[in-house]
């Protein structure tokens, strides 16, 4: 009987991974409209974008930028930068992303990060589709500072 009861759980948890999905309906989010110019604000991010059509695919398009008044005001060096661009259904799960990972900068006020994703669903679906980001962002006093703590922030999907 343990051995059958074993089975019957690996088999359920096989088949509950199989129903798992990436979900950002806890993130804001705007509806997907081809070539128009759009924003998303998150907690630590603005993001100006647009989406544009490809060849076989669709592109998120446009600038990042950090929120300046929401983080330390001693952050001054971008140490580690991630995006994540989401197109998800009226339920907020996830059909398509697209990550960049960018390279160490200085911290400007004013001045964004351009970012470019390709997002390619498997297939679109009838009804409302959005668009929205994720980020994880690590931010230092200066570009040689290894003792101080960082300011780290995270947002983006969860599996569900």
Known sequence: MKK???VLFVL???MSAGCAH???SHLNRDHWVLESPSKISMEFMDFDY???PRKDSFGIRGTAFIQKDNVPEWARWIGELWIQGYLSDDD???LAQGMQVFSP???QAGVGVPFD???KPEQIMSGPLFISFGYRMVLHRDKMDTISPPFMA???AVSQ
């Open 117 to 119: 994703f390709e997002l």
């Open 12 to 14: 359920f948890v096989l």
């Open 50 to 52: 647009q989406v544009v």
């Open 22 to 24: 990436l979900d950002v």
């Open 92 to 94: 907020g799960v996830v």
């Open 154 to 156: 995270i947002q983006g």
């Open 4 to 6: 059958i009861t074993g």
């Open 105 to 107: 900068e200085k911290l």
